[in-house]
Structures are given as C-alpha cells and as structure tokens.
C-alpha cells in the first residue's frame, strides 16, 4: 500500500478564547498570541518540548520559507506574509505548528507511507498537552470554533499523499474527485487547495469536520484510501502490460542518469515513471524510498537552501541533474 500513499498529515486547527481570529489582529496582537503559544509548548510536560525548534517568518530568506512549503510543513498562503507569524518544528521535521496562518494554531504531524492511527495519536496527545496551558476556543454545539466555517467542530484535516500514475494516465481523476465529493472527501494536487498535481502525486483529505468524530473521520479517510490505491494497483497492472509503458519507464530512469540539465518539472515527471515502474516491477535495482527522497530534494527553494546560496535557475538545473545522476 506504501508504493502508492506517500505521506501521511493530521492537522489540527485550533484558535485562544479570548483572541481574535489572525485575520482580525494587528501585527502586535499576533506577536502576544505568538510568544503565548511558544511559551505554553515550552512548558508543556513532555519530552517533545526539547526537540522543537521556533523560527520566526520574518528572519527567514525567502528560499527558506518555500523550503518549507516544498517539505509540506506550511502551507503557501503562510510563508506569503511574515507579519506576527512563526513555525515551530520538530527536528525530525515530522511535526510542524504554523502560528497565525488561517487559525492560531496549526499543528500537523506528518509520516512516511500509511500511518493515519500514529499520526492522529500524536497530534491528539499534543493537543492535550497544549489544551493544560491554552484555552481554546470552544462551542458545546459547534465544537472548537476556526475562522473558516468549513473546519468548524473537530477543526481535523487528515490527508494521504497518494502516487496516482495509472489513474492519471487513464483520466480517470476527474470522476473520481466528483465520486468523493459526495462521501466527503476532496482530492487536490501535490501543496493542497489550488494547486497542481506534480509528478501524478495527489493530496486525499476529509472535507467533513462537523457532527463527525475525529476518530470516525481517520477510520472513513482509511478506508476510502484503501479502495483508491486498489483502483491505482489495478490500473497499473493493466498500463505496464504493454511495451510502450515499459518503454516509457526505462527511457524516463535513462534520461535521469545521463542527463547534464534538467528543470524541476522534467525530473518529477520522469521521478514519477521511475517511482510507477518500481512499484509495478517493471524496473529492478531502484528503491522507493530513494526516488521519494529526490522527490524532496531536487525541490528549486530546497536545493537552495541546502548549498547555503541562492542560484540562478540554469545552475539549479545542472546541480538537479548532477544529484539525479549522483544517487541513480
């Protein structure tokens, strides 16, 4: 199930009572809301508290900030404004906090492959831990209060990174969003809501978070996963029947061996056949988890901030192309 979910995310909206939403908050307000949140994950009675790390928007570089949107540990809209926001991180980088983004708080855990259970147990208990220091807004009809209606209630989003080559090949993407819609479910591309899917990568969410549980929301996202990845699986076996799909798998690892340039576009695409021919047998001696690692670290903002520079879009295509080569 691993060849398809990717990743895993719960993420948890939560607001204090007795502040504004961020969106009605002047810079100081969102400073005080800031350090009252840091403070209360300082003091919080856990170990987790040694390993997290606080960095403020505004002392980021900009390749810094999009690193963290490439990594999904933020979200696009959160790194576009510094004011009065900050990111607290696990050094594992499996667990992020964004402050004042859309909520004032945004906890999500993030794991490797199908780990919805782990995930959700996490994020509960650092819930909890936050709840003894914080006091969060909360309505005995409409459960923890957020500033858009849609995350009224549980305030939970619980998303599955999927690979979906095979379902994307055969247009079926369009049918199926219109199919889970109806069971309350969204499908969107790889950086969630108005993005584009990059190298057939898919993020799977509940939209329902009202008159729901969080626990009935992870079992229902389960297993409506499990009948998509069934669907992928299926679709494969039918694609990687003909030689014109295998073709297409082994040129993709050729390209991405030899090639001296290459654009971040071109490499997940041809990542993605690769990523396809490994997890139907097509192509032996390349791992998954290597092709999911070059996934995140041929990211444009990532690269940057790994050389401790910033370069010009050519020298980023030729290093690209130099760690493809390298690791492949």
């Known amino acids: 199930m ?12 939560r607001n204090l009572k007795n502040y504004p ?15 009252k949140i840091i403070n209360a994950v300082k003091n919080c009675n856990s170990p987790l508290a040694d390993d997290l790390e606080v960095f403020y928007i505004k002392d980021l570089s900009e390749p810094e900030r999009i690193a963290l949107v ?28 964004m402050l004042n983004e859309e909520d004032h708080i945004r906890l999500q855990i993030i794991k490797k492959g199908l780990a919805l259970e782990d995930a959700y147990d996490i994020a509960d208990k650092l819930d909890t831990l936050l709840d003894e220091n914080l006091e969060f807004a909360f309505d005995k009809k409409l459960g923890f209060l957020t500033q858009c209606p849609t995350n009224l209630g549980t305030g939970m989003r619980a998303s599955l990174m999927l690979h979906l080559p095979a379902l994307k090949n055969s247009n079926a993407i369009s049918r199926i969003a219109s ?16 993005s584009e899917p990059k190298g057939a990568m898919y993020q799977l969410s509940n939209q329902v978070t009202l008159g ?13 996963a499990g009948q998509l990845v069934n669907q992928e699986l299926q679709a494969q076996k039918r694609i990687t029947d003909s030689l014109e799909a295998q073709d297409k798998i082994s040129r993709s690892l050729g390209l991405l ?16 056949n690769v990523r396809f021919g490994v997890s139907s047998e097509v192509l032996d001696g390349v791992k998954i988890d290597t092709v999911d690692e070059l996934i995140d670290d041929i990211q ?13 879009p050519r020298d980023r295509d030729i290093l690209r192309a130099t760690i493809l080569r390298e690791r492949l």
């Open 257 to 272: 061996k030899s090639s001296i340039m290459m654009t971040c576009d071109e490499a997940m695409e041809l990542l993605s």
């Open 21 to 35: 939403f961020p969106c009605r908050l002047n810079t100081a307000g969102k400073n005080e809301v800031c350090e």
């Open 179 to 194: 199919n889970l819609q109806k069971l309350g479910l969204t499908i969107r591309g790889t950086y969630g809501e108005g």
């Open 70 to 97: 490439e990594k999904h540990l933020a979200s696009p809209e959160f790194v576009s404004d510094s004011a009065g926001r900050a990111i607290i991180l696990s050094k594992d980088r499996t667990m992020s906090i």
């Open 300 to 312: 444009p903002a990532t690269m940057m901030v790994k050389k401790g520079e910033k370069i010009t």
């Open 2 to 13: 691993n060849n398809v979910v990717m990743l895993t995310r719960i993420r948890l909206a």
């Open 212 to 224: 729901i549980s969080e626990k009935s929301a992870v079992e229902n996202l389960k297993n409506i």
